[in-house]
């Protein structure tokens, strides 16, 4: 049984929708700028990839609004154009239709703005807590679309959205499900979070004054990851029912992969990572030197962008030299849970449109970042599969092969 | 604020804050349930009330608000906190 992507949605830095995305996205265009959110004065890490331009009230009610988390919100913005995108699922009974969503952090600006007002002594919004939880997002989309079977959300960091791309692809492979709304959403540009991670001293701090430049996966003078926001959305559906009601299929989601280092709670680990392509490899039952594209993790800071590309060494042997890998992040940040639903998204649109998308702000490689990393300009390509990494804190990779049909 | 000029503007906040009534169809002997609010509505509509009106609504008392009028008489026995 193989299983189709049929829909997408995207809300990101660079774009509102697929096709401003993908515009952007091979065009080089960058989505970091200075943080426009709130007063970012007092941190180290005064960048990041924002969405300037959105606004719920635009699809949501007032009464919405005040009940969501902007996570959900980046959410629902995706699934409306992912749902209408795949013309609807209405010739599947609702029981049938699943959420499998990604994030990381779920709704902290709520958890961030209310903690705030307890420390003064003041009330606390009463949607506080259905705001905060993580599955939010998914409740909200089930809600909004009528999708009244599983409802999942998973929570693994930077892989969230990656792990829940993949669960999906085992809820219709086991017959859990006939359609599957997935993806992931994340809303973290926010001073707690952005100060979380200056601590673990994970964030780049030297290009607060040149905020396009700093999310450099694989370049020289990289210093940490830029954070981002954003969400991703794919309807997922079987290749046979989606024939059958006149569906237009993108690509197929082949496999699925994922691996536990087991060693360290942040640091990464190449072994985990290989096992888990490997394992995505096996499960789409293909070769490692069918891999013509990987869309690389590669956040951009100075160790985790050397160890994926010895992970993919170590994958590919010298096939590594002759596949194309592209960061996304570069141009639109770290964006945590949503991630890997934006980097399946551009892994689609490469499947589709035989573009692969550059890595920006790459004009010097790091001597260990030795691999073609599509530097600063778009390549024609035609690519039959490609693979989306993602590799989050708890020493947990996963990654995803999407293939053509 | 005497407490003709509050009831209006009570009235006047919670038309806006309601989805389909009009401010001129609120009295204080309209019940929050009548004007669309349910339990969950209410305990938000009351929470946006402690900004506007810079009362803190708490504790047990609060529960058994149901009117237009207890909101009111509430407010008036209840003196602005000065966090809000």
Known sequence: MRVVVTGMGIVSPIGIGVDQFWNAAINGVSGISSIQSFDASNQHSRIAGEINEFNPACFLSAKQVTQTDRFTQLALHAANQAMADAGGLDNYQPRRLAVSLGSGMGGFSTFESSATRKLQNKSIPPFSVPRIMANSAAAWIATQFGLKGVNLTCSTACSSGANAIGMALDLLRSGKADAVVTGGAEACVLPLTMTGFEALQALSINFNADPVRASRPFAQGRDGFVMGEGAGILILEKEEEAIKRGARMYAQLAGYGCACDATHIVAPDMDGQVAAMQAAIDDAGIMPDQVDYINAHATSTPLGDVIETNAIKQLLGEHAWEIAISATKSMVGHSIGASAAIGSIATIMSLHTGTIHPTINLDVADPQCDLNYTPNRAIQKKVQVGMCNAFGFGGNNASLVFTTL | ?84
């Not at chain 2, 604020?1 to 038309?15: G, R, S, W």
């Not at chain 2, 204080?28 to 803190?56: I, K, P, W, Y």
């Open chain 2, 1 to 84: 604020m005497d407490i003709a000029e509050l009831e209006t503007k009570v009235i006047e906040f919670i038309a806006s804050k309601a989805e389909k009534v009009d401010a001129s169809n609120i009295t204080n002997a309209s019940r929050l349930e009548d004007l669309g609010f349910d339990s969950l509505d209410t305990v938000q509509l009351l929470f946006d009330a402690e900004e506007a009106f810079g009362v803190n609504f708490d504790g047990e008392e609060v529960r058994g608000l149901r009117s237009v009028g207890d909101i009111i008489d509430y407010i008036t026995r209840h003196p602005p906190t000065a966090s809000s």
